[in-house]
């Protein structure tokens, strides 16, 4: 199977990417592995186009840049997707966001949702307030994944008092939930 992590931090050694390393770490090795930090380079925003339905079902986006041309392929050809966010100002960050919003795309005619239903995910998010403060940014993500895009949920990882990188220590409950998680696929 093919694994896609998709890293919603400009971190790429912080809270979340530690923890989807950590799962990644105890996936069977006979599955595909691809990376993707949503820092790295620049995309556009939707500008919710005219013709979006026609061009999103030729060519997925008007927009010919990073999101058309490696992002949108590696999404489409995976089957397990890991989103990973930290909380900024109490939502997931804007370049994840910005990477959903073009997410327009998957929804078809009559909001039938293409390509995405029945591919698998897991979503990680971290705050640095105690977890239950943000904890609905968590839900946001689980929501947003399986009952609107149809997805299936393999595990769910949140955690708090995340106010910087030294503090997610190994015996974190969310540092031994990610090695069980990694169990899963
Ligand atoms: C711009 C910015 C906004 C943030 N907003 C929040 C917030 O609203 N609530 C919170 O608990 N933590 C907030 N944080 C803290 C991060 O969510 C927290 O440190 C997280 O563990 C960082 O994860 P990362 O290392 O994967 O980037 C914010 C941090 C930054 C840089």
New binding site residues.
């Given amino acids: 199977m093919k694994i896609l992590a998709i890293y919603g ?1 400009p ?1 790429k050694e ?4 530690t923890i989807v390393e950590t799962i990644l770490e105890s996936v069977n090795k006979k599955h595909e592995i691809d990376r993707i930090y949503l820092y790295d380079k620049e995309f556009h925003d939707c500008i919710a186009c005219d013709d979006a339905k026609a061009i999103h079902l030729e060519k997925f986006c008007i927009f010919d840049d990073w999101f058309r041309e490696e992002i949108i392929p590696a999404i489409n050809a995976a089957d397990i997707l890991i989103i990973s966010s ?5 939502q997931i960050t804007g370049k994840l966001k910005t990477m959903f919003d073009r997410w327009h795309t998957y929804i078809g005619p009559d909001f039938n949702i293409r390509i995405l239903p029945g591919k698998k995910y897991i979503a990680v998010t ?4 105690p977890a239950d ?2 904890k609905s940014v968590s839900e946001y993500l689980d929501g947003w994944l399986s009952r609107f895009f149809k997805m299936e949920k393999i595990d769910v990882l949140h955690v708090g008092d ?2 910087d ?1 030294n503090a997610l220590k190994p015996d974190n409950p969310v540092m031994l939930q990610a090695k069980e998680t990694g169990k899963k696929i």
């Fill in positions: 931090s971190d912080g809270i979340t990417a930290p909380v900024y100002m109490g971290a705050c640095a307030a403060m943000f995340m106010t990188r």
